[in-house]
Every structure is written in C-alpha cells, then in structure tokens.
C-alpha cells in the first residue's frame, strides 16, 4: 500500500479537513483545520477537492517518508523544509517518489504548517470528517495526534504541473493583528463605555491560546451580567468571562458556554488569529453583519 511512513510526528501533528458539522446538539465539536486560508491554498495547489484531509502541524521536526508515487504541497506558517535534505520554498506543490524522505524543521513565522498530498489521505471519516478532535476521541488514525511509525496512506498518481501561490497572496504573520467584530445580541450588557473601551484598547495573546479558544489580556470589559444559561456557542465568538479578559473560541471549542458575548470575530480574521504568537497585539474593528456576510462570500469564491 502507498503512502506516508511517520518517521518523526512532532509534537502535534493533527490530521484535519474542513471539520465536522450537525452534530453540536450531541456534543460533538466541529474541529477542523484552524488555517483555513492555507488549509484550501494546500488543495488548490493541487486541484484538491475543498474537503479532503491534509496534516495541521504545530511544531518542528516532523518527518516523512513516501512509499509511493505522489505529489504534495505545504502551506502555512514559513517554515524550514526539506525534500530529500535539499531545502525548498513553502506555498507550493512538489512531486514525490517512492523512497523520498519529507522534513519540516524550524518555523520562521507562523505557528501552523498545512501539508496535503493529492486527493488526500485515505482514510475513514467519523461523523463525516476526517478532523481530528481529541477531546471527542474522533478522527484522525486514531482520534489523537500522529505518533512515530503511524501510516498515512494514498493512492499513487502521476506527476502533475508543480503550481506555487503568487506572491501578492503570500500572507505576512505580523505581530499585530486588527480583528473584524461584528457585535453579538447580547451588547447591550455592555454599556457605550465598555465597548468604547473594548473597541479602543490593545489586547496581548496569552499563552492560554490552544486550537479550543485563545485568551487575551488588556483592558478589563465588563458586561452588567452576571453568567448566563449556557447555549449555543459558534466560531468566533468573543466571551467576556468575570475576569474582563476576551476569550476568542476556535474549532475545537465546546458547543454551548454560559459567559457573556460581546460579539463574535470574523470567521476569515480568525484564520490570521491561528498563525499568531503569544505576545501579538490585537485589536479590534467593529464590522456590520451585511459587510461581513460580504467579505466572507469574497473569500470563498477563490476556493469554491
């Protein structure tokens, strides 16, 4: 059988496509890879279809190597990476042979390196994704991360055009970051001079930021109340807990939370949240919901 031998996993290699949805009402998180712009770079770049699988890789020093003939690309955080030991640029599509060996070493920018291989690995989806969601057990190989010595496993194809990602469309990971908010039903918990304050104000990424939520620290916001009954919860959205410090839920965020919501952060700004560091700067800009419905149709229609 053809396909990827895990020589080296890194420290948090998930497998993840666009995630899995309609089941929030039994619990089950969506998941899905938290970079969706380098996530659907990584198919086009090879005529993918937008919902196969491909690798989300967190750390350094993951190793591969092919037991078949393929081609594959790597998107994402900049990174060091190596085919057969010859350093090679990011944000495009190589062939590999039977016998290649893959290396991703240091990161330069970014946090997250998306790596897909032609019509995606093959392997058997779980409630309809491949995504992997630890806490839920689900996805992947084996519903957890890629250890040493797992297999990923492709159907050989034939070498196709290598394509790369025009340099107008590489993104920079700057160590600023302005997020898109469109405000929730519930702002008007917050008085004019708490959202003046929230909309106003520099907030840092803490290290309390993982693929569940990412937590800020600034400026305390305070809401007029006191908890709520929890319900449904969506990508994106900004709770305010009782500390005053936001919280920006994430793919693999649980399905209902009971903390205020000042607004919710625009999907597509969520995906330059997934590439920062802890200590980036982050401010917010307030977006009505016709413009954002807006730009979000205007990002897809490059993928769909």
Same mark, same amino acid.
């Given at each position: 059988?053809?396909?990827?031998?895990?020589?080296?996993?890194?420290?948090?290699?998930?497998?993840?496509?666009?995630?899995?949805?309609?089941?929030?009402? %039994? #619990?089950?998180? $969506?998941?899905?890879? @938290?970079?969706?712009?380098?996530? *659907?770079?990584?198919?086009?770049?090879?005529?993918?279809?937008?919902?196969?699988?491909?690798?989300?890789?967190?750390?350094?020093?993951?190793?591969?190597?092919?037991?078949?003939?393929?081609?594959?690309?790597?998107?994402g955080a900049y990174c060091e990476f190596f085919i057969n030991g010859v350093l090679k640029p990011v944000w495009q599509s190589y062939n590999i042979k039977a016998g290649d060996t893959i290396n991703i070493g240091k990161f330069t920018s970014g946090t997250r390196v998306y790596f897909a291989v032609k019509n995606g690995f093959t392997i058997k989806k779980?409630?309809?994704?491949?995504?992997?969601?630890?806490?839920?057990? %689900? #996805?992947?190989? $084996?519903?957890?991360? @890629?250890?040493?010595?797992?297999? *990923?496993?492709?159907?050989?194809?034939?070498a196709i055009v290598k394509k790369r990602v025009r340099e107008d469309l590489l993104p920079k990971y700057e160590s600023e970051l302005t997020l898109r908010v469109v405000l929730s039903y519930q702002e008007s918990s917050f008085i004019k001079e708490e959202k003046e304050k929230f909309f106003n104000s520099s907030f840092t990424v803490?290290?309390?930021?993982n693929r569940m939520a990412c937590k800020l620290k600034g400026e305390q916001i305070k809401s007029s109340l006191d908890g709520i009954v929890s319900e449904g919860i969506s990508f994106g959205v900004i709770q305010i807990p009782k500390d005053g410090q936001p919280i920006i839920l994430l793919k693999d965020r649980q399905t209902i939370g009971g903390y205020p919501k000042i607004g919710s952060v625009l999907s597509i700004d969520c995906f330059k949240l997934a590439q920062a560091k802890i200590g980036t700067v982050v401010r917010f800009e307030e977006l009505n919901i016709e413009d954002s419905q807006n730009k979000i149709k205007s990002f897809y229609s490059n993928f769909f």
């Open positions: 059988m053809s396909g990827f031998e895990v020589i080296k996993a890194g420290v948090f290699t998930l497998v993840q496509d666009r995630g899995r949805y309609n089941y929030a009402h %039994l #619990g089950v998180t $969506s998941a899905g890879s @938290l970079d969706e712009y380098a996530a *659907l770079w990584a198919h086009k770049l090879l005529d993918n279809d937008i919902n196969d699988n491909l690798l989300e890789i967190a750390f350094s020093n993951v190793e591969l190597k092919s037991i078949g003939d393929t081609t594959i690309s790597i998107t779980e409630f309809g994704s491949n995504s992997t969601s630890i806490k839920d057990s %689900l #996805g992947g190989l $084996s519903g957890n991360k @890629l250890v040493n010595n797992d297999f *990923l496993p492709f159907v050989d194809t034939k803490t290290s309390d930021f």
